[in-house]
């Protein structure tokens, strides 16, 4: 008996040394304080970013006083960016100084870079959970949503390396913004689902010229009838929708391969053609749909202010305005059975600090901002959608949106139609792995489209020796060949017999301890009829 004792703790240790090595990864634990220290005075620091939208920057200032309402002794000094690539570079700054600020409006594929500092992104598993001041807490000063609010596809994009990193605070995704005048102009009619065939053949007809060297559909001597603001996006999105491989969960980089190579290919042909140009290389795709130089103009909903010839924001001049009808819809798929979109947004993460109630009043913060004044107000700015149902239930959201097209402002028909594809279409979005390295690749993806699109319009050939180049180039650049992958692979085959060889030896103990067991009730069944 005690040989196989021993042999069964020998095979314990040993499937925990397999297990342990397979797929393992460190988890720090917050440990939440039992209450919050409300005689503290505690001074928070928000980075956050908004567009040139004045009233994001509004609905900032106005969650922040009407949360310090709510907790006089937390004071929030907000730093905004213009731009995610600035806030980004001057985090993994501060996070080499270990000058963080406490909450950060982020994106995931950042947050896993910055988890790589010091262990300085705080893990929210337990915050979550925590009853008095977890989500939809009993302690909180505020209507805060549960975590059964939260639409579930946003959340799920804030887990890395199994634990909650982040809270979701706004989502968006692309759609394409169409002017519907051109397309019919040109002899054709809006499919139910735009297609990539599609896109592609009206943008190619779109180019012929008149006479005098004016294109015919729209007079003008400047036309790209197709513009992507987003060419990672692209490409990203491309991928997905042809179900071809990207990078794996754990880092495994994948998208240098033949289907990529085939779309930058299709891609130059267009180029080649002059169809097809990129924000980067042209123009803002917006300003050229205003001025009736686009007929499709991909960008996210975010930017829904900005499109068409009604626009509340604009930034050409009135008499380059040109009128037309327009149409938004989902993006192009390859497969209109199936149909893929990338899911995008700002997400808040928190920062470790020397006092844990300072971290907690953090948290208090990070979750008012998903409270519905806010979720709301900060929608309304844009093609948003909110990320709790809470929110998207509310009354106040329902009257919103419910008066789409009684004002070119607040209730601008394309900015709410933009939203609306989203909500109709969350099942349908997806999101690409999160790593450290994944923003890099997410960058690699965008410039191999508009490397093509540069080089075509250079007259460089593209062929197989240029997209060799091209990819050894960018994975170069990106430094993607320094990516490290978790991935493990397979289990090893030695560890699959030891786990088989300890299943076995645990229903062969278990056997004989049930035999034992008879073997003794029987004795003792004998020696009493005796």
Request: charge should be negative; aromatic fraction near 12%.
């Amino acid at each position: 008996m005690r040989k196989v004792v021993s042999l069964l703790l020998i095979l314990v240790i040993c499937t925990g040394i397999f297990s342990g090595c397979h797929g393992a990864y460190e988890r720090h634990v917050f440990e939440v304080p039992e209450t919050f220290d409300t005689s503290k005075e505690y001074e928070l620091v928000f980075w956050a970013k908004n567009e040139s939208n004045i009233n994001q920057k509004k609905v900032y200032e106005q969650a922040i006083a009407d949360f310090e309402a709510l907790y006089p002794n937390i004071k929030v000094t907000m730093r905004l960016y213009t731009d995610y690539g600035r806030l980004y570079d001057d985090m993994l700054k501060n996070i080499g100084a270990n000058t963080m600020p406490n909450v950060c409006i982020t994106y995931p594929d950042h947050i896993a870079t910055y988890m790589t500092g010091n262990n300085c992104v705080v893990p929210l598993d337990d915050l979550f959970a925590d009853k008095k001041y977890g989500l939809g807490g009993s302690e909180l000063r505020y209507d805060g949503p549960t975590q059964e609010e939260i639409v579930p596809e946003f959340l799920e994009e804030c887990v890395l390396n199994g634990t909650y990193y982040a809270i979701p605070y706004m989502r968006s995704t692309e759609v394409c913004y169409i002017n519907k005048t051109y397309v019919e102009k040109l002899g054709y009619t809006l499919p139910e689902t735009l297609t990539w065939d599609f896109v592609w053949e009206v943008s190619d007809a779109a180019m012929k010229k008149n006479e005098d060297g004016t294109f015919a559909v729209n007079g003008q001597k400047v036309l790209i009838p197709f513009v992507y603001k987003s060419t990672d996006n692209m490409m990203i999105q491309m991928l997905k929708q042809l179900d071809a491989p990207y990078s794996t969960p754990g880092g495994t980089i994948q998208i240098f391969n033949d289907t990529t190579k085939g779309l930058l290919y299709e891609i130059a042909d267009h180029v080649e053609k002059r169809s097809f140009s990129t924000f980067k290389i042209a123009s803002y795709p917006a300003d050229l749909l205003n001025a009736g130089r686009c007929i499709f103009a991909i960008d996210s909903t975010a930017g829904a202010t900005w499109m068409g010839p009604d626009a509340p924001l604009m930034d050409i001049s009135e008499e380059n305005i040109v009128d037309f009808e327009m149409e938004v819809m989902p993006i192009p798929q390859f497969d209109t059975e199936n149909p893929q979109m990338i899911s995008q947004g700002p997400s808040v993460c928190l920062f470790n600090q020397e006092d844990p109630q300072e971290v907690l009043a953090s948290w208090l913060f990070a979750q008012f901002l998903l409270t519905n004044k806010v979720q709301v107000g900060y929608s309304q700015t844009e093609g948003y959608l909110p990320v709790t149902t809470k929110a998207q239930q509310s009354e106040e959201y329902l009257d919103y949106v419910n008066r789409s097209g009684e004002d070119n402002d607040l209730h601008y028909w394309v900015k709410l139609e933009a939203a609306k594809i989203l909500q109709e279409n969350t099942e349908n979005t997806f999101v690409t792995p999160v790593f450290n390295g994944s923003a890099s690749l997410r960058d690699a993806a965008g410039q191999m489209i508009e490397s093509v699109t540069r080089s075509v319009q250079r007259k460089e050939t593209v062929d197989e020796a240029y997209m060799d180049k091209l990819f050894s180039d960018v994975s170069a650049l990106h430094r993607l060949d320094q990516v490290e992958s978790t991935d493990l692979g397979p289990m090893p085959e030695t560890a699959i017999w030891l786990l088989i060889g300890l299943g076995g030896t645990w229903i062969l103990l278990a056997a004989g301890a049930i035999i034992g067991k008879i073997r003794k009730k029987y004795k003792e069944n004998c020696s009493f009829t005796d």
